[in-house]
């Protein structure tokens, strides 16, 4: 695994800007570098062994065949989510995360299995539903599909779970902790690291700071193929 962050890349994209001072979590304060005008800076000198030690984490992960869950709920994410999901052939919530999703999941499954069934149904060439039925389950399947589209094909509960602002998506955490799964979090100056396995302390709002996160941790799961070829290619030696 060869990827390099330096300060100057999360600088640059913003992933110093915490949060408004009076909304922090005293249990970020290590991670504090000091605040310019009522807002609080995170110091990336201490975040940057934090995102190498979750990266490399991560990879070994990928590399063990671990499939991740790529968790958030603000509407500025929603893409990035997806497709850093799609593209490492994991899964994803980025639009409402349900009590019970994790630990729950029997009750989750016979959802999904129902939205498999709408999509049989709408897709079928025979049917013996008249349009207005088609077109209520169409609506039902639109709402299903918001909230389990990106887990339709998770057969069990995920082996590591990625959560871009531990705060927000609390019940997510809780829900992790409950089943031991380890949690890789981006932690901002209102969340509360201890909860997390890998924190990342760094900017959980902003768009540019989020991708330039999650496209490393995006390279490190992909590269993980070229290690297992490689590895495959000297025991064949």
């Known amino acids: 695994m060869e990827i390099e962050i330096s300060l100057e890349d999360l600088l640059k994209n913003g992933s110093h800007f915490g949060h408004n001072k009076k909304r922090w979590n005293p249990k970020m304060e290590k991670y504090i570098y000091g605040e310019k005008n009522g807002t609080h800076i995170l110091d990336l000198r201490k975040s940057l062994p934090l995102i190498e030690n979750a990266l490399k984490f991560a990879h070994e992960s990928a590399k063990n065949k671990k499939k991740f869950l790529f968790v958030s ?10 497709t850093i999901a799609k593209e490492t052939n994991n899964y994803y919530v980025n639009f409402r995360w349900l009590g019970g999703m994790i630990t729950n999941w029997n009750t989750v499954k016979n959802s999904i299995n129902t939205l498999n069934n709408y999509d049989g149904i709408l897709k079928s060439d025979d049917t013996v539903f008249t349009k207005k039925e088609l077109s209520d389950i169409e609506k039902k399947k639109i709402r299903l599909d918001k909230t389990l589209g990106g887990i339709i094909e998770m057969k069990s509960t995920p082996d590591v779970i990625f959560i871009i602002d531990t705060n927000r998506e609390h019940i997510a955490v809780l829900e992790a902790k409950k089943l031991g799964i380890p949690i890789i979090g981006i932690v901002d100056t209102n969340c509360d690291p201890e909860l997390i396995d890998y924190p990342i302390p760094a900017n959980d709002d902003g768009v540019k700071s989020v991708q330039f996160i999650l496209d490393n941790f ?10 297992t070829s490689s590895e495959d290619s000297n025991k064949n030696e």
């Open 73 to 82: 709920t603000k509407k500025q994410h929603s893409e990035i989510v997806e």
């Open 218 to 227: 995006k390279k490190v799961l992909i590269s993980k193929n070229d290690d």
